[in-house]
């Protein structure tokens, strides 16, 4: 990462991709059934801007029913995950609209940083490659999971230019981080590194950033191994549950256990039901069942 202000970071060239609803400000690439979601404005630090959020919830859209995504990693282009909201173009931009203008950008915002993303119907992997600021947090933890370069900068910056962590970060944090972590970078604004992200929860891991890719691809091969139907219903059922009662949780996931088992075409429970208690052909303690593919 560098702090040299003027530097120019390497921009990815959208003429170069797959034809698809998104523009300059996000890019999408496919390798292997992982879809790379890339915030794409690194002179900027790829700082979210109304534009971005736009095509971002065009790139979510178009990603669910694309096959060559089985998993979604978000990350952003050069040495930057995200510096947050765009300060310029997000907050200044519409200090002086009227309140329903700026409501509706606030909405389309909200709507690909969290209320799409928490829920999406394909696993979500966040890679942290560099500064990760304020509003960007947002869609780090709607990410099921979250790989960071032990060199990434992660900061709750929002106290340092006089206002709290709206949007809805104070919420997105409590998720995931204990109160005295959490009240302590929000209320002094200190950066923190991957490992420390890592240690207190806010990532899954963090590793060199010369491992970083490596490390995401081997997660999401992980999951592709995995039944999706199970690993949809399996990530919404957790998120729901969390914010249940024991009684209402045990209705409710009886209820989805049925859903997922419903509508898995490929009948997934039954195949490796028969693989371990008839064929004895693999062990569910270790390994996945080998899978017929249906389609995803
Ligand atoms: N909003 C708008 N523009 C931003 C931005 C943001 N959140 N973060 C960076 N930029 C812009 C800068 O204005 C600058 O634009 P310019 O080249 O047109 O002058 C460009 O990105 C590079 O920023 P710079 O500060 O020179 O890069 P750096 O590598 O030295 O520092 C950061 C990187 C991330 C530490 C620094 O840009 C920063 O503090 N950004 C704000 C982070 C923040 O508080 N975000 C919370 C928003 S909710």
Redesign the pocket.
């Known amino acids: 990462m560098?702090?040299?202000?003027?530097m120019k970071a390497k921009k990815h060239n959208a003429k170069t991709r797959p034809a698809g609803p998104w523009g300059s400000n996000v890019v999408v690439e496919f390798e292997d059934e992982i879809a790379w979601v890339i915030m794409n404005r690194p002179?900027?630090?790829n700082?979210i801007s109304p534009q971005l959020a736009s095509e971002m919830n065009g790139v979510l859209d178009a990603l669910e029913l694309d096959k060559r995504c089985g998993v979604l990693v978000l990350t952003g282009a050069g040495d930057?995950f995200s510096?947050?909201?765009?300060?310029?173009d997000y907050f200044r931009a519409t200090d002086d609209v009227g309140p329903i203008e700026r409501a509706r950008v606030y909405r389309t915002n909200g709507m690909w940083q969290w209320r799409r993303l928490l829920h999406y119907p394909k696993p979500t992997i966040a890679m942290v490659n560099g500064?990760c600021?304020?509003?960007a947090f947002t869609p780090l933890v709607s990410c099921d999971l979250a790989i960071a370069a032990n060199e990434a900068i992660f900061?709750l910056?929002?106290i340092?230019?006089g206002i709290i962590p709206a949007g809805v970060v104070c919420k997105a944090v409590s998720v995931v981080m204990n109160q005295r972590n959490a009240l302590y970078y929000v209320m002094t604004g200190e950066t923190f590194d991957g490992r420390k992200a890592a240690e207190m929860g806010l990532v899954n891991e963090s590793v060199p950033k010369s491992a970083l890719r490596k490390r995401t691809v081997q997660l999401a091969k992980t999951l592709l191994e995995k039944n999706p139907t199970a690993l949809r219903q399996a990530k919404i059922a957790f998120k729901f549950s969390a914010g249940m009662s024991w009684e209402e949780a045990a209705d409710y996931l009886t209820a989805k256990s049925d859903q997922a088992q419903f509508s898995d075409p490929e009948r997934g429970r039954e195949q490796a039901m028969k693989q371990f208690l008839d064929e004895k052909s693999y062990r569910p303690g270790l390994q996945s069942y080998h899978r017929r593919r249906l389609r995803r």
């Open positions: 560098t702090t040299t202000r003027k002179d900027k630090r700082a930057s510096a947050g909201m765009d300060l310029r500064w600021f304020g509003g900061g910056s929002e340092n230019w």
